[in-house]
């Protein structure tokens, strides 16, 4: 049983260039969360997705910042028209359904954005 | 809005020498999470509780709800124990109850 899969783990795109992050839940898991690491602060909660919806998108930037988890196929992250500050490790997260509240959480090994 | 503070911030350590990294948060919560991660690493999950303790291999968690603190111990430190402990707390109970609120992080270093 694999566990949280991300792909790329590194990607370097130069400003106002797409990024697009990939993450696969562990098997059995429809629940995903996104969070980002920004350098030398700790990791902030992005949203959160379950199967084709968003639960909780009150942690992305307002523009620029989408996420997608659709029916079939990985969760997707796409940022547009990067910018450098968007430079920054992204961790994906996978959960379980549990009936008495979340789960607990399983950690991709995240992605690396550089912005140049 | 909940704020969580780690102690201390950078922690250097023998081998062999016990380890406690302190967390506090503000507001009530519905767990907490320990969580380790190597420089350039993914993250893993160590521990999630809401109560008393927890114990895996020579590391332990413990909570105090009233007090709002969690601690947690490393015996016997060795040096791949080296890496960057987090502490994270979930939102009380209901429709929100997924969301983490993050330390920002304890940095142990333990040299051979």
């Known amino acids: 049983n694999a566990g949280v899969m991300q792909n790329p783990r590194h990607l370097v795109r130069r400003r106002g260039q797409e990024a697009r992050l990939r993450c696969s839940p562990m098997k059995g898991h429809s629940h995903v969360y996104w969070y980002r690491q920004l350098p030398e602060e700790g990791l902030k909660f992005m949203v959160y997705?379950?199967?084709?919806?968003?639960?909780?998108e009150s942690g992305m930037p307002k523009e620029r910042f989408s996420a997608e988890f659709p029916k079939e196929g990985p969760s997707i992250l796409r940022i547009q028209q990067v910018v450098r500050g968007d430079s920054a490790a992204y961790f994906c997260?996978?959960?379980?359904?549990?009936?008495?509240?979340?789960?607990?959480?399983?950690f991709g090994e995240g992605s690396r954005l550089t912005v140049l | 809005k909940n704020e969580v503070e780690q102690s201390p911030q950078n922690l250097t350590a023998q081998e062999g020498e016990f380890i406690t990294i302190n967390c506090s948060y503000s507001v009530g919560i519905s767990a907490l999470h320990w969580l380790q991660q190597h420089p350039g690493g993914g993250i893993v999950s160590l521990f999630m509780l809401s109560s008393g303790k927890k114990k895996h291999g020579r590391l332990i968690a413990t909570i105090n709800i009233q007090e709002k603190h969690s601690s947690l111990h490393i015996t016997a430190s060795h040096p791949r124990d080296s890496a960057v402990y987090i502490c994270a707390v979930r939102s009380p109970s209901g429709g929100s109850n997924y969301k983490l609120t993050f330390g920002k992080g304890t940095l142990l270093t333990v040299n051979p």
């Open positions: 997260a996978s959960s379980p359904p549990s009936g008495s509240g979340v789960g607990e959480l399983f």
């Open positions: 997705l379950q199967k084709e919806n968003i639960i909780d």
